[in-house]
């Protein structure tokens, strides 16, 4: 079963600054994550975040991509049967979890 992906705003306007070979990569990724997107502990594909740099991101996933330096944080809402995709962002440090935390504060995630 394919679970719906849904963007934040901020997570399309991530995606579409990506050159054209990450962004084919971010589509595949999302594709592949979006057919079992539970955690890695229910068989999923998604890792759970917990504390990140003194952000509590409990609840949120991620999903890294090596070879293009990336990774994607999203939430799922078990309810909907929907991913939320929340950041786009570059795994080389921890600014993405940064942008995640004022993306929840933001959104009221």
Same mark, same amino acid.
Not at 1 to 8: A, S
Not at 20 to 30: F, H, N, P
């Given at each position: 079963? /394919? ?9 399309? &306007? ?14 595949? $990724? ?5 057919? /079992?997107?539970?955690?890695? $502990?229910?068989?999923?594909?998604? &890792? ?7 952000? /509590?991101?409990?609840?949120?996933? &991620?999903?890294?991509?090596? %070879? ?13 049967? @929907? ?8 795994? %080389? ?8 935390? @004022?993306?929840?504060?933001? @959104?009221?995630?």
């Amino acid at each position: 079963m /394919n679970w719906e992906v849904r963007f934040l705003p901020e997570a399309e &306007k991530d995606f579409s600054e990506l050159d054209g070979s990450k962004k084919l990569l971010v589509r595949k $990724a999302i594709q592949k994550v979006s057919q /079992n997107p539970l955690p890695q $502990a229910e068989g999923g594909f998604g &890792k759970p975040l917990g504390n990140k740099g003194n952000t /509590n991101l409990t609840g949120f996933l &991620k999903v890294k991509l090596r %070879a293009a330096g990336l990774r994607i944080v999203y939430k799922l809402v078990r309810q909907d049967d @929907h991913m939320l995709v929340v950041v786009i962002g570059a795994r %080389a440090d921890d600014e993405v979890y940064q942008i995640v935390r @004022h993306r929840i504060e933001k @959104h009221d995630l």
